[in-house]
């Protein structure tokens, strides 16, 4: 039956939502999770002494960039708290945790060279200069270039995001090598390629939306400022129906919540469409007008029927018929998605084209061109790709085994790393900010890394994956660096140093400049000169650097003016229209609907591995207080949340005997880990989660290398477990 009273229970004021929202993220942990929506913080007070207000950004996370007020006295941070004017923020518990990371005394403070063969269970080190670092470099990358060609040395960057990858982009595309690539080919990135395939992402949360569907985000801990967006939408009577395999903080405010079986999230849209087109309560002008393949897609989604998709998801029928109901028939609509969970599929891209076709049933997807649309002076972008890459595309590693990621996406796919150094075709790496932990059985991406003839990386900390160097070079945090340059809404904001590096940190801009210079592309890079650099990016604004560094506060954009859309209306596919049915997907081979495949490891697909092991494990959703493999040697971070642990049903740890903070393990076909148990009714029965990225309990080493054949996405959160006792 509806759940009628979740339905109308709607008196969710900010201060009734905190309190739930922080019992439920304390759970039966006894943790007091909501530190996402902290807006102040012990060391939010007036500015007393000689204390200096400096402004930065900060860089705790890949998600946020919002502005911070740093406190510093005597050369010294003292303090931070939220930047008030700037459009980012407030601060969560990870911004206001900064300055442990800033002074932590592990930081990596010098350049250092290896003094031993990579692989030695120990790597040990010899403090040098930034100059040899840099020779050392340069040496090797061009020795690489000479003898078997520039697109042999791949270029990495991790996390932070923003300030490094156009810059190393850049050097790669410069130097010649197409093969750059990031940890977005396991993030974000096939969550665009299946809308891009599609013709076009729907709309977020606007001011005018009816209707909202969260699908698999948790803003309550990953983004504080959507959530009081999210709080606001609420308040103003907008209906949220939240689809989500975890009751999380999030969950709080919908209207409906449906709780699916990870990695089905392709057969409840389908289902949803089936509703909308059946009793015609889409958008008829917009499908009419604007769509492509609408008659197969409908003939296909009848076999979706919401008794067939309840037995696959798990979620009651007649729960599903009101969600699509309420969502359909309060237009405007609009999407909030995330970066990964619905991608983190084998059948991952195809799934998440079935949402969003299902919201473009509702008309929530803006055509191209057709309204007036607002143009403003925007950044260059520095990396210069759409010019730099179509002549070296060819020359890309992935092209083989991810065609259609090749296509539209300009960075490489990764996750075949330790094939493509068996194979010759990259033999050197220039990483920043990497973790090898990232990728599922791990060990063969660390055995890549090792078996390149020559690597260097970039990061705060000599990582795991540091250590897997040549060379290895501190990075600046944002306190501590100039640049890079910000846009936030309006405003434009370049942030300067707020305190002395530690040791040699340097900026990543800066010493990828030097680099440039060594590797005989000085001109290139503007002589090293970041200002001019600045000034170039800055250029279409009619703004100088020299101007945007006195303005502590940033600079307005010049006002955007509405004009006649510069285009023909239509979307970018090779019809003009939102593809139901890709054209670009069937010249490829593949489905061009997008039809639902179970996961090959789950209980449907795989019953006999079912049989063993019983449990779904969903990995890599976010918990507050850490960024993926991050922060853990932050003592305040590290205090809520000590243990890596596994959130596991009431119902389920009964089963096994397993009580709270029980030392568990956790074992798939792939391998075991132990972990403390938190059972929780955020996991529902069958389901467990683990966060990713600790070392002593890493779940991507048990995670088999099962990948999505369009976007390469590795299945983090659909595969098979069980868990017992320790
Ligand atoms: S969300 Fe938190 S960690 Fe991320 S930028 Fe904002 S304050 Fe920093």
Same mark, same amino acid.
């Not at 007091?32 to 950004?57: C, F, M, Q, Y």
């Not at 004017?85 to 206001?96: A, I």
């Not at 996405?713 to 006792?725: E, G, M, N, R």
């Given at each position: 039956?509806?759940?009628?009273?979740?339905?109308?229970?709607?008196?969710?004021?900010?201060?009734?939502?905190?309190?739930?929202?922080?019992?439920?993220?304390?759970?039966?942990?006894?943790?007091?999770?909501?530190?996402?929506?902290?807006?102040?913080?012990?060391?939010?007070?007036?500015?007393?002494?000689?204390?200096?207000?400096?402004?930065?950004?900060?860089?705790?996370?890949?998600?946020?960039?919002?502005?911070?007020?740093?406190?510093?006295?005597?050369?010294?941070?003292?303090?931070?708290?939220?930047?008030?004017?700037?459009?980012?923020?407030?601060?969560?518990?990870?911004?206001?945790?900064?300055?442990? $990371?800033?002074?932590?005394?592990?930081?990596?403070?010098?350049?250092?060279?290896?003094?031993?063969?990579?692989?030695?269970?120990?790597?040990?080190?010899?403090?040098?200069?930034?100059?040899?670092?840099?020779?050392?470099?340069?040496?090797?990358?061009?020795?690489?270039?000479?003898?078997?060609?520039?697109?042999?040395?791949?270029?990495?960057?991790?996390?932070?995001?923003?300030?490094?990858?156009?810059? #190393?982009?850049? #050097?790669?595309?410069?130097?010649?090598?197409?093969?750059?690539?990031?940890?977005?080919?396991?993030?974000?990135?096939?969550?665009?390629?299946?809308?891009?395939?599609?013709?076009?992402?729907?709309?977020?949360?606007?001011?005018?939306?009816?209707?909202?569907?969260?699908?698999?985000?948790?803003?309550?801990?990953?983004?504080?400022?959507?959530?009081?967006?999210?709080?606001?939408?609420?308040?103003?009577?907008?209906?949220?129906?939240?689809?989500?395999?975890?009751?999380?903080?999030?969950?709080?405010?919908?209207?409906?919540?449906?709780?699916?079986?990870?990695?089905?999230?392709?057969?409840?849209?389908?289902?949803?469409?089936?509703?909308?087109? =059946?009793?015609?309560?889409?958008?008829?002008?917009?499908?009419?007008?604007?769509?492509?393949?609408?008659?197969?897609?409908?003939?296909?989604?009848?076999?979706?029927?919401?008794?067939?998709?309840?037995?696959?998801?798990?979620?009651?029928?007649?729960?599903?018929?009101?969600?699509?109901?309420?969502?359909?028939?309060?237009?405007?609509?609009?999407?909030?998605?995330?970066?990964?969970?619905?991608?983190?599929?084998? =059948?991952?891209? $195809?799934?998440?084209?079935?949402?969003?076709?299902?919201?473009?049933?509702?008309?929530?997807?803006?055509?191209?061109?057709?309204?007036?649309?607002?143009?403003?002076?925007?950044?260059?972008?520095?990396?210069?790709?759409?010019?730099?890459?179509?002549?070296?595309?060819?020359?890309?590693?992935?092209?083989?085994?991810?065609?259609?990621?090749?296509?539209?996406?300009?960075?490489?796919?990764?996750?075949?790393?330790?094939? &493509?150094?068996?194979?010759?075709?990259?033999?050197?790496? #220039?990483?920043?900010?990497?973790?090898?932990?990232?990728?599922?059985?791990?060990?063969?991406?660390?055995?890549?890394?090792?078996?390149?003839?020559?690597?260097?990386?970039?990061?705060?900390?000599?990582?795991?994956?540091?250590?897997?160097?040549?060379?290895?070079?501190?990075?600046?945090?944002?306190?501590?660096? #100039?640049?890079?340059?910000?846009?936030?809404?309006?405003?434009?904001?370049?942030? $300067?140093?707020?305190?002395?590096?530690?040791?040699?940190?340097?900026?990543?801009?800066?010493?990828?400049?030097?680099?440039?210079?060594?590797?005989?592309?000085?001109?290139?890079?503007?002589?090293?000169?970041?200002?001019?650099?600045?000034?170039?990016?800055?250029?279409?604004?009619?703004?100088?650097?020299?101007?945007?560094?006195?303005?502590?506060?940033?600079?307005?954009?010049?006002?955007?003016?509405?004009?006649?859309?510069?285009?023909?209306?239509?979307?970018?596919?090779?019809?003009?229209?939102?593809?139901?049915?890709?054209?670009?997907?069937?010249?490829?081979?593949?489905?061009?609907?997008?039809? &639902?495949?179970?996961?090959?490891?789950?209980?449907?697909?795989?019953?006999?591995?079912?049989?063993?092991?019983?449990?779904?494990?969903?990995?890599?959703?976010?918990?507050?207080?850490?960024?993926?493999?991050?922060?853990?040697?932050?003592?305040?971070?590290?205090?809520?949340?000590?243990?890596?642990?596994?959130?596991?049903?009431?119902?389920?740890?009964?089963?096994?005997?397993?009580?709270?903070?029980?030392?568990?393990?956790?074992?798939?076909?792939?391998?075991?880990?132990?972990?403390?148990?938190?059972?929780?009714?955020?996991?529902?029965?069958?389901?467990?989660?683990?966060?990713?990225?600790?070392?002593?309990?890493?779940?991507?080493?048990?995670?088999?290398?099962?990948?999505?054949?369009?976007?390469?996405?590795?299945?983090?959160?659909?595969?098979?477990?069980?868990?017992?006792?320790?």
């Amino acid at each position: 039956m509806t759940d009628k009273k979740t339905i109308q229970s709607c008196k969710v004021d900010r201060r009734t939502f905190l309190k739930a929202t922080s019992a439920l993220g304390a759970g039966a942990t006894g943790l007091n999770l909501l530190p996402a929506l902290s807006k102040t913080h012990a060391t939010d007070t007036e500015a007393t002494g000689k204390e200096e207000v400096r402004r930065s950004i900060c860089d705790m996370c890949c998600l946020g960039r919002c502005g911070i007020e740093v406190l510093v006295k005597n050369g010294r941070a003292t303090r931070v708290r939220p930047f008030k004017d700037y459009p980012n923020g407030p601060l969560c518990v990870k911004g206001h945790s900064i300055l442990l $990371q800033l002074y932590h005394p592990d930081r990596l403070k010098y350049p250092m060279k290896r003094t031993n063969p990579k692989g030695s269970a120990r790597a040990t080190w010899q403090r040098i200069s930034w100059d040899e670092a840099l020779d050392i470099i340069a040496d090797n990358l061009t020795k690489i270039k000479h003898r078997y060609g520039p697109e042999k040395v791949l270029f990495y960057a991790g996390d932070p995001k923003d300030p490094v990858r156009p810059n #190393l982009q850049r #050097l790669a595309l410069k130097f010649g090598s197409p093969n750059y690539g990031t940890e977005s080919s396991t993030c974000h990135r096939a969550t665009v390629l299946a809308t891009s395939l599609n013709g076009g992402a729907s709309r977020g949360l606007t001011p005018d939306t009816r209707a909202v569907i969260i699908w698999a985000r948790n803003p309550a801990w990953s983004m504080a400022r959507e959530m009081e967006e999210l709080i606001s939408a609420k308040e103003r009577g907008v209906k949220i129906i939240d689809v989500d395999p975890r009751k999380a903080p999030t969950t709080r405010l919908a209207d409906i919540h449906l709780q699916l079986r990870p990695g089905t999230d392709g057969a409840l849209a389908l289902g949803m469409s089936r509703v909308i087109i =059946n009793e015609r309560l889409y958008d008829e002008q917009f499908v009419l007008n604007w769509t492509q393949g609408f008659e197969e897609f409908s003939d296909y989604v009848q076999q979706f029927t919401p008794e067939r998709v309840e037995q696959i998801t798990g979620v009651a029928a007649d729960k599903l018929v009101a969600a699509a109901r309420l969502y359909a028939s309060n237009r405007p609509t609009g999407w909030i998605t995330s970066a990964s969970p619905t991608v983190h599929h084998w =059948n991952g891209c $195809q799934n998440h084209r079935a949402i969003s076709a299902m919201t473009a049933l509702t008309g929530a997807v803006p055509v191209p061109g057709l309204e007036l649309s607002m143009t403003a002076p925007s950044l260059r972008d520095i990396s210069e790709w759409r010019t730099l890459l179509p002549p070296l595309q060819s020359k890309r590693v992935d092209l083989k085994d991810f065609p259609v990621w090749a296509q539209f996406v300009e960075e490489i796919q990764v996750n075949r790393l330790p094939e &493509y150094v068996k194979e010759g075709a990259l033999r050197a790496g #220039l990483f920043v900010g990497c973790n090898y932990r990232m990728w599922p059985q791990d060990h063969l991406y660390a055995k890549a890394i090792i078996d390149m003839q020559f690597t260097a990386g970039a990061d705060f900390w000599l990582t795991p994956t540091m250590e897997l160097m040549d060379v290895v070079l501190p990075a600046a945090t944002s306190l501590e660096r #100039l640049g890079p340059i910000y846009v936030a809404g309006r405003t434009v904001f370049l942030p $300067q140093p707020v305190v002395s590096p530690m040791g040699e940190a340097r900026g990543d801009m800066e010493w990828m400049w030097d680099l440039a210079k060594r590797l005989g592309m000085g001109a290139e890079f503007w002589n090293g000169d970041i200002m001019a650099t600045f000034d170039w990016q800055l250029e279409p604004m009619g703004i100088k650097a020299a101007d945007l560094i006195k303005q502590p506060k940033g600079m307005t954009i010049p006002p955007a003016a509405e004009g006649k859309p510069a285009r023909k209306p239509g979307f970018n596919t090779p019809s003009g229209k939102f593809e139901l049915k890709s054209s670009i997907l069937e010249k490829a081979g593949f489905d061009g609907l997008p039809t &639902y495949r179970e996961p090959p490891e789950g209980p449907v697909a795989a019953p006999q591995m079912a049989e063993r092991f019983p449990l779904i494990l969903n990995t890599g959703s976010r918990e507050p207080m850490y960024t993926h493999s991050r922060h853990r040697n932050n003592p305040r971070l590290r205090e809520l949340q000590p243990h890596p642990k596994v959130d596991i049903n009431p119902k389920d740890a009964e089963a096994r005997g397993i009580k709270q903070g029980d030392d568990v393990a956790v074992e798939t076909p792939a391998g075991k880990i132990t972990v403390k148990a938190n059972v929780t009714n955020l996991a529902q029965p069958g389901v467990v989660h683990i966060f990713h990225g600790w070392p002593q309990a890493d779940v991507n080493a048990i995670m088999a290398r099962t990948l999505d054949p369009i976007s390469g996405f590795p299945a983090f959160k659909s595969q098979l477990c069980q868990v017992t006792k320790a």
